[in-house]
């Protein structure tokens, strides 16, 4: 997909701001409502829109912790990673899983009420899923960033 100056700004606008009005958006990019529409449709059925979300306050929702987890596997055959990948699919209070090149198979970000959930959540879901070889986690202190989405750079 070839992205030009306004498609570039449209993609960067609606990243910070999802729910901005098509007008707004069409203002700020310097077009009249119906193209930026036709725009923002090409960049959703082009893949470079996936979709709109609201993001919450995981405090505000009862969940105080964030947890890394580093997961490595006895066995990194292609069926195995699947499996795993799968297995963490079913497990709402893991908001992330990326495989990683190297010592580690994967790295989990994970939320959770309080410790002792976690701790349950650990014991029972993740250090006992079929291939688990070891699982190290880190307790989050504090964020100091965590911007959603990607750069988009400038044409």
């Known amino acids: 997909m070839s992205l030009d100056r306004i498609d570039r700004q449209i993609l960067s606008l609606l990243q910070e701001d999802g729910r901005m009005t098509n007008v707004e958006l069409a203002e700020r990019v310097g077009l009249t409502a119906p193209p930026c529409l036709r725009r923002v449709r090409a ?3 082009g893949g470079a829109i996936r979709g709109y979300h609201a993001a919450l ?5 009862g ?22 990948e799968r297995h963490i699919a079913d497990i709402p209070e893991v908001r992330e899983c ?24 650990l014991t029972t879901q ?25 750069p988009v750079p400038e044409a």
């Open 43 to 45: 960049l959703e059925e």
């Open 57 to 61: 306050d995981p405090l505000s929702l």
């Open 63 to 84: 969940y105080g912790i964030t947890v890394f987890a580093l997961v490595s596997l006895k066995s990194q055959a292609e069926s195995d990673l699947a499996a795993f």
């Open 98 to 121: 990326h495989m990683l090149n190297g010592e580690i198979d994967f790295i989990l970000k994970i939320v959770a009420t309080d410790l002792k959930s976690f701790q349950e959540m």
């Open 126 to 150: 993740l250090t006992t899923a079929d291939n688990v070889a070891s699982v190290k986690t880190s307790l989050t202190i504090r964020t100091s960033k965590a911007l959603p989405g990607i």
